[in-house]
C-alpha cells in the first residue's frame, strides 16, 4: 500500500470512529461502516495482485462480531470466490493451534516439563554439546539452532541428526532466532511423549472438544475442493497439500506447520484462549495453562518477547498496532495467514489468505498491519469506551 493510499485509509478511519461508529451489537452487515475500511484494504491488496482473495473475522468472548470474504480462492478465473468455510493452508499458525496447546496439555497432565532436557526425550542429541538445551528454548525460539534441509529418504530422522551435528549459537535463553526446527522438534516430541502423531493428539485433546471441525492435516480428498490455493514451484497453485517443502516430506504432519483450518474454526480457539482455556462449558486448558503459555519470556535484551510458541513484540509481529494492549499476542503464517488477539479488550482478529507474491514481504506485512489497525481502532478502543461508559452508568 503506497503512503498516500494508507494516508487515504487513516483520514477515513479518523471520520468513521468519531462520527459514524456503529452502535453495539450490529452484526457487520452490507451497509455496516465497520466493514468499509477493512473492505478497502482487502479489496487493494487483491487489485495489486497481492493476493487472490481472502477471508477476515472479527470475534470477542462470546461470538463472532464479523466475518467478511474477498476475491476468489485462487489465481485462476475458473476458481470459486472465497466464503467463510474456504479451508486453508495455516503455516505456521500450526505452531500455535497445534503443536504449542498439543505441549502444553502434554505439560498440564504431569506428563512431561518445560524444563525437561530435550535429551531426555531425544538421546540422539547425548554427546552433541545439548545438555541445557531445554523444552522451553525450542517454544520460545531462543534454543540457539539454525535450520536444517530435510533428509527425504528419512526425513525425521535426518532433522534429529543435522540437529546433533550443528553447534549451538549464543547464549541459550538470550538468542533469538525464528527457525522452524524448533517446532519441529516439538512435534516429534508430542508423539514421543503421548505415544500418538501430532495430529491425532490435537484432534482427540483440543479440536474435537471445540468442535473444530474442519481443522485438520492432510484435507482429505471430499473437503479438498473447499481449499484456498497456495502457490509452489513456478508460482503453480495448489489445493488441499502443504506448501511448505519440510512438512510435505514429514508427510504433512509437523509441528511448525501443515495445518488447515478455517476462520471459523480458528475464531473457536481464539475464544478459548480468551476465557482462560474454556469453551461452552468444558474445560480445554488449564487457566494456569493458557496464563503460562501468553506470559512474556524475554531476549535480544528485552528488545524480543515472546510466549510459549505465541508472538508477542519481535520482528514478526506486524498485527501488532497501537490500538491494541500491551499484552497483546497472536502469530503469523507464510501463506498468508494471521491471528492477533487483544485479552484487554477481549478482540481478535483472524486474516486467511491466498497470498500471491512472497517477495513484497513489506507489503504483505502492510496489509495485516492495516486490518489490525482498522479492528484496534473500531472495536477494541470502542469496546473500551463502551466498557468505560456502562461502568461510569
Same mark, same amino acid.
Given at each position: 500500500?503506497?503512503?498516500?493510499?494508507?494516508?487515504?485509509?487513516?483520514?477515513?478511519?479518523?471520520?468513521?470512529?468519531?462520527?459514524?461508529?456503529?452502535?453495539?451489537?450490529?452484526?457487520?452487515?452490507?451497509?455496516?461502516?465497520?466493514?468499509?475500511?477493512?473492505?478497502?484494504?482487502?479489496?487493494?491488496?487483491?487489485?495489486?495482485?497481492?493476493?487472490?482473495?481472502?477471508?477476515?473475522?472479527?470475534?470477542?468472548?462470546?461470538? =463472532?462480531?464479523?466475518?467478511?470474504?474477498?476475491?476468489?480462492?485462487?489465481?485462476?478465473?475458473?476458481?470459486?470466490?472465497?466464503?467463510?468455510?474456504?479451508?486453508?493452508?495455516?503455516?505456521?499458525?500450526?505452531?500455535?493451534?497445534?503443536?504449542?496447546?498439543?505441549?502444553?496439555?502434554?505439560?498440564?497432565?504431569?506428563?512431561?516439563?518445560?524444563? =525437561?532436557?530435550?535429551?531426555?526425550?531425544?538421546?540422539?542429541?547425548?554427546?552433541?554439546?545439548?545438555?541445557?538445551?531445554?523444552?522451553?528454548?525450542?517454544?520460545?525460539?531462543?534454543?540457539?539452532?539454525?535450520?536444517?534441509?530435510?533428509?527425504?529418504?528419512?526425513?525425521?530422522?535426518?532433522?534429529?541428526?543435522?540437529?546433533?551435528?550443528?553447534?549451538?549459537?549464543?547464549?541459550?535463553?538470550?538468542?533469538?532466532?525464528?527457525?522452524?526446527?524448533?517446532?519441529?522438534?516439538?512435534?516429534?516430541?508430542?508423539?514421543?511423549?503421548?505415544?500418538?502423531?501430532?495430529?491425532?493428539?490435537?484432534?482427540?485433546?483440543?479440536?474435537?472438544?471445540?468442535?473444530?471441525?474442519?481443522?485438520?492435516?492432510?484435507?482429505?480428498?471430499?473437503?479438498?475442493?473447499?481449499?484456498?490455493?497456495?502457490?509452489?514451484?513456478?508460482?503453480?497453485?495448489?489445493?488441499?497439500?502443504?506448501?511448505?517443502?519440510?512438512?510435505?516430506?514429514?508427510?504433512?504432519?509437523?509441528?511448525?506447520?501443515?495445518?488447515?483450518?478455517?476462520?471459523?474454526?480458528?475464531?473457536?480457539?481464539?475464544?478459548?484462549?480468551?476465557?482462560?482455556?474454556?469453551?461452552?462449558?468444558?474445560?480445554?486448558?488449564?487457566?494456569?495453562?493458557?496464563?503460562?503459555?501468553?506470559?512474556?519470556?524475554?531476549?535480544?535484551?528485552?528488545?524480543?518477547?515472546?510466549?510459549?510458541?505465541?508472538?508477542?513484540?519481535?520482528?514478526?509481529?506486524?498485527?501488532?498496532?497501537?490500538?491494541?494492549?500491551?499484552?497483546?499476542?497472536?502469530?503469523?503464517?507464510?501463506?498468508?495467514?494471521?491471528?492477533?488477539?487483544?485479552?484487554?479488550?477481549?478482540?481478535?482478529?483472524?486474516?486467511?489468505?491466498?497470498?500471491?507474491?512472497?517477495?513484497?514481504?513489506?507489503?504483505?506485512?502492510?496489509?495485516?498491519?492495516?486490518?489490525?489497525?482498522?479492528?484496534?481502532?473500531?472495536?477494541?478502543?470502542?469496546?473500551?469506551?463502551?466498557?468505560?461508559?456502562?461502568?461510569?452508568?
Amino acid at each position: 500500500m503506497d503512503r498516500s493510499f494508507a494516508k487515504y485509509i487513516m483520514v477515513l478511519l479518523c471520520f468513521i470512529v468519531s462520527f459514524a461508529a456503529p452502535a453495539a451489537g450490529q452484526d457487520g452487515g452490507e451497509g455496516d461502516s465497520r466493514t468499509a475500511l477493512i473492505d478497502m484494504v482487502m479489496q487493494s491488496a487483491i487489485s495489486r495482485e497481492l493476493i487472490a482473495g481472502g477471508v477476515v473475522l472479527v470475534g470477542d468472548r462470546q461470538r =463472532d462480531l464479523l466475518v467478511r470474504a474477498y476475491g476468489r480462492k485462487g489465481p485462476m478465473m475458473v476458481d470459486e470466490p472465497m466464503r467463510d468455510d474456504t479451508l486453508f493452508d495455516v503455516a505456521s499458525l500450526t505452531k500455535v493451534v497445534a503443536t504449542t496447546p498439543a505441549i502444553m496439555k502434554l505439560v498440564e497432565e504431569g506428563r512431561l516439563s518445560l524444563v =525437561d532436557p530435550v535429551i531426555k526425550w531425544f538421546p540422539e542429541l547425548a554427546g552433541s554439546g545439548k545438555d541445557d538445551l531445554l523444552v522451553l528454548h525450542l517454544l520460545t525460539h531462543t534454543s540457539g539452532l539454525d535450520d536444517v534441509l530435510p533428509d527425504s529418504a528419512a526425513p525425521m530422522y535426518g532433522f534429529i541428526r543435522a540437529t546433533a551435528a550443528q553447534q549451538l549459537k549464543g547464549e541459550l535463553g538470550s538468542r533469538f532466532k525464528y527457525a522452524d526446527i524448533n517446532f519441529i522438534l516439538l512435534g516429534e516430541l508430542v508423539r514421543r511423549v503421548s505415544g500418538k502423531s501430532l495430529d491425532r493428539y490435537a484432534h482427540e485433546h483440543l479440536y474435537a472438544l471445540l468442535g473444530m471441525r474442519d481443522t485438520c492435516f492432510n484435507p482429505k480428498t471430499e473437503i479438498s475442493g473447499r481449499c484456498a490455493a497456495t502457490l509452489v514451484a513456478e508460482n503453480s497453485p495448489q489445493y488441499g497439500l502443504v506448501q511448505d517443502y519440510a512438512a510435505r516430506q514429514l508427510g504433512g504432519v509437523a509441528g511448525h506447520a501443515g495445518l488447515f483450518s478455517t476462520v471459523r474454526d480458528l475464531s473457536l480457539f481464539c475464544r478459548m484462549v480468551l476465557n482462560s482455556g474454556s469453551f461452552d462449558g468444558k474445560s480445554v486448558l488449564a487457566e494456569r495453562t493458557v496464563a503460562q503459555m501468553v506470559a512474556p519470556y524475554f531476549s535480544r535484551g528485552g528488545k524480543v518477547v515472546r510466549g510459549l510458541g505465541w508472538d508477542i513484540t519481535s520482528p514478526f509481529s506486524s498485527p501488532r498496532v497501537d490500538g491494541f494492549a500491551e499484552n497483546s499476542f497472536g502469530h503469523t503464517g507464510y501463506s498468508g495467514s494471521s491471528v492477533w488477539i487483544d485479552p484487554e479488550s477481549g478482540i481478535y482478529v483472524i486474516v486467511l489468505t491466498s497470498r500471491l507474491e512472497y517477495r513484497r514481504q513489506k507489503e504483505f506485512n502492510q496489509l495485516r498491519s492495516d486490518v489490525s489497525t482498522v479492528v484496534a481502532t473500531i472495536y477494541a478502543r470502542r469496546r473500551d469506551a463502551d466498557d468505560t461508559a456502562s461502568f461510569a452508568q
